[in-house]
T-cell receptor, first 111, second 115 residues
Framework: GENVEQHPSTLSVQEGDSAVIKCTYS??????FPWYKQELGKGPQLIID?????GEKKDQRIAVTLNKTAKHFSLHITETQPEDSAVYFC??????????FGKGTTLSVSS | EPEVTQTPSHQVTQMGQEVILRCVPI?????FYWYRQILGQKVEFLVS????????KSEIFDDQFSVERPDGSNFTLKIRSTKLEDSAMYFC?????????????FGPGTRLTVT
């Protein structure tokens, strides 16, 4: 089955810096890669996703890149703000199956 | 904006008791899911449900678990005889059907504490 590895487990940046979180997946049939943000005491919130027919997708300060050959995808957050502090999860799935999550990255943005 | 809701937010139960966790998925969604998250760990898939039947389940989803859509709006997870290791956050999620229906939207979760 699918296995998703996520790095780093913790990431501390200064406000205004960029943050990058990386994930690898094992199943080449996976074709959908969402990123979720989880704040303390809340459920995961979908922030951006990418499908396998696209190499990069941007939404304001966040972007996701996908390298199908290497089976890895990354989340990029630019101009970080304290409110970006949260746990970020990557996930992967193929059509009709469940999301498989990475272990999460705790992002801390200090002002 | 439509959202997934879950009740209760926190459930405390004694080992061996049955619990029912409730979810109201987004109204036009047809696929429903339960996930759990043990404290400090990753989110793990339990089960998916479509057209009134289970479409996929993980090895975690053993005979003590069951799911039901008792009416047109609720989706429930029942744990028949709770164990200490069932203590976790349980998240319900839903998504639209069809080729474009990949996005899963999560509820706020129910924290289950088994004592």
């Amino acid at each position: 089955g699918e296995n998703v590895e996520q790095h780093p487990s913790t990431l501390s940046v200064q406000e205004g810096d960029s943050a990058v979180i990386k994930c690898t997946y094992s199943d080449s049939a996976s074709n959908y890669f969402p990123w979720y943000k989880q704040e303390l005491g809340k459920g995961p919130q979908l922030i951006i996703d990418i499908r396998s027919n696209v190499g990069e997708k941007k939404d304001q300060r966040i972007a996701v890149t996908l390298n199908k050959t290497a089976k890895h995808f990354s989340l990029h957050i630019t101009e970080t703000q304290p409110e970006d502090s949260a746990v970020y999860f990557c996930a992967a799935r193929k059509a009709g199956t469940a999301l498989i999550f990475g272990k999460g990255t705790t992002l801390s943005v200090s002002s | 904006e439509p959202e997934v809701t879950q009740t209760p937010s926190h459930q405390v139960t004694q080992m061996g008791q049955e619990v029912i966790l409730r979810c109201v998925p987004i109204s036009n969604h047809l696929y429903f899911y339960w996930y759990r998250q043990i404290l400090g760990q990753k989110v793990e898939f339990l089960v998916s449900f479509y057209n009134n039947e289970i479409s996929e389940k993980s090895e975690i989803f053993d005979d003590q678990f069951s799911v039901e859509r008792p009416d047109g709006s609720n989706f429930t997870l029942k744990i028949r005889s709770t164990k200490l290791e069932d203590s976790a956050m349980y998240f319900c999620a839903s998504s639209e059907a069809g080729h474009q229906g990949y996005e899963q939207y999560f509820g706020p979760g129910t924290r289950l504490t088994v004592t």
